[in-house]
């Protein structure tokens, strides 16, 4: 059996080398060349299985990165292939212990009935160690490996899974306790532009580019109790690869109480969307009007799909193209549009001159620009931190999470004011709140007299545009957990 029990099996995008031999006690141990070995006290029998990478298959594994559709693949059939894989090891490992026993007994001594009862005694042995195997595996000892080699410094490196995920969860709790204490702040503090919201007022929390982030339903959840909020919209990106796997992120949207208008992002795939749909209370847009809490709100997805780059994706040209076809499809609209909600600035730059408001994401950054024909353009920060894209920036400047509530009249459907909500990145706990006020949330919109120069799609950097506070009177509270009420 040690010599002829091992197989060469693909699994995923590895050549994955099994092996099953005698050992005095049970194990299973993962070699990963050259960074070590995790070992694993899975059962009580005396067999040791081994599992060895033999080689990864760069095509395979490109295109994990390159193309979603494969990971959802993945997902799918590395089950199968690696129990086929254990099927054929154990056909191998009852062929060679069984043949392995008759043909020493047929050297030893050239008696066919022996030849027969080693060969069953050596396929017993074989049944009651895999019985045994079998009765004691414990699949929570994968939680308890051993490491040998470089992999050694792992635990030190990174951390025990349990402890990164208390934290973490720690945190996502205290950034939600800090909105609520910052809020109870703002609501007594004088100093901020005057703006006496009513019970008719429409309250809505704009949010967008979760990208994944746990942490960002604590703040959303947070916000929405906070302020009272009659809905909530969110302008993409609410995943990450737009994987099957990431579905499951999206079942917390039912549990937010109250409506959940969302738009398709750059990142969120069909299936993604599909997702979002199953949500009782999500209302998705794609290039079509409805009407929440009193607004009527226009939305339509990103028609890219960034994470597949084996896809042929529009240009920003035809992007804008795009745009442009949506924005004259609800010109005349009747009644007429009060908020116009897209993932990418660049695609909605034709809804100048058309709707009072225009929401969108995409750029990490939160801006907003009053454009000449009275049209607003609300550019949201990124309300998960950027997700797991937050941790490029470096520990010592990591991406906050943003979000904002806005003020609408109940009778004339317009924007009268905003609060800004900004709380430290990862691992920070700040928390800052701004409040703006409309100047003249009554305006006429009307159209532009030649083409539009086109929002930025990142920041207000690549345009005239710049952040809010520099245009219109405005006030700040800010807080820490030393500072704020417990």
Known sequence: MSLGAHVLTPIGPADVILRVTPAWHGETVVSVAPLGKLGFETHDAPLRFDVEISEIRLAAAQELF???DAINRLAETIGSDLRQGVIELFVRAVTSAVGGAGLTALV???????VGWSALTALLTLAAAGGLTYGTFSPSAVSEPRYTGLLAGAPQVVGSAESVINRFSEYSEQLASLV???????????????????????RVLHVSDI?????????ITSLKDQFQVDFIIDSGDISDRGSAAEDVFMDDISQLGVPYVWVRGNHDSMGTQRAVE??????????EITEVGGLRIYGAGDPRFTPDKARDNPTQEEVAAIGAQQAASVADAEPPVDVTVMHDPLQARAFNGEVPLVLAGH???RWTELRDTGTRYFVQGSTGGAGLRGLNRGSDQPTPYEASVLYFDAETKRLQAWDDVTLGGLGLTSARIDRQVEEDPDRPITPPSQSPTP?????PSATSASPSPSRSPSGSVSGSPSASPQ
């Open 66 to 68: 390159e193309n979603p």
């Open 278 to 287: 199953a949500q009782e209370n999500a209302i998705v847009l794609d290039d």
């Open 363 to 365: 750029g990490h950054n």
């Open 108 to 114: 030893l001594f050239r008696d066919w009935r022996r």
């Open 180 to 202: 609520s204490n910052v809020s109870r702040l703002y609501e007594v503090t004088s100093a901020l532009p005057v703006y006496e919201n009513d019970e008719s007022t429409i």
């Open 455 to 459: 929002p930025a799609s990142g920041s």
């Open 211 to 219: 990208h994944l982030n746990p942490a960002a339903w604590n703040v």
